[in-house]
Nanobody, 118 residues
Framework: QVRVVQSGGGLVQPGGSLRLSCAASGFTFSLYAMTWYRQAPGKERDLVATITSTGGSTNYADSVKGRFTISRDNAKNTVFLQMNSLKPEDTAVYYC???????????WGQGTQVTVTS
């Protein structure tokens, strides 16, 4: 049974930090690229950050470069998103995505709310 379970998130003041985690099971995690997306109310789901299956390469949306860091621990089947210097415009539901580039198979986490407000 495939499970992609997110944790972290919550309410934080501008300038604060949060760490999101996404724990996967039921598939070979080390073969999947992992991506964090976010969706604000009334907007499309946008890519935030992605990391290759080995962790050797990362990519970020311009809006989060220098503030967010994606990382993964293949031994623990977990991907992380460290979010620093948070801004109100970072407020959104954040989703974890796993994708096998070879097969195209993809799995989604349940989403977690991040709210940045004073």
């Amino acid at each position: 049974q495939v499970r992609v379970v997110q944790s972290g998130g919550g309410l934080v003041q501008p300038g604060g930090s949060l760490r999101l985690s996404c724990a996967a099971s039921g598939f070979t995690f080390s073969l999947y690229a992992m991506t964090w997306y976010r969706q604000a109310p009334g907007k499309e789901r946008d890519l935030v950050a992605t990391i290759t299956s080995t962790g050797g390469s990362t990519n970020y949306a311009d809006s989060v470069k220098g503030r967010f860091t994606i990382s993964r621990d293949n031994a623990k089947n977990t991907v992380f998103l460290q979010m620093n210097s948070l801004k109100p415009e970072d407020t959104a539901v954040y989703y974890c995505n796993a994708k096998n580039v070879a097969s195209g198979r993809t799995w989604w986490g349940q989403g977690t709310q991040v709210t940045v407000t004073s």
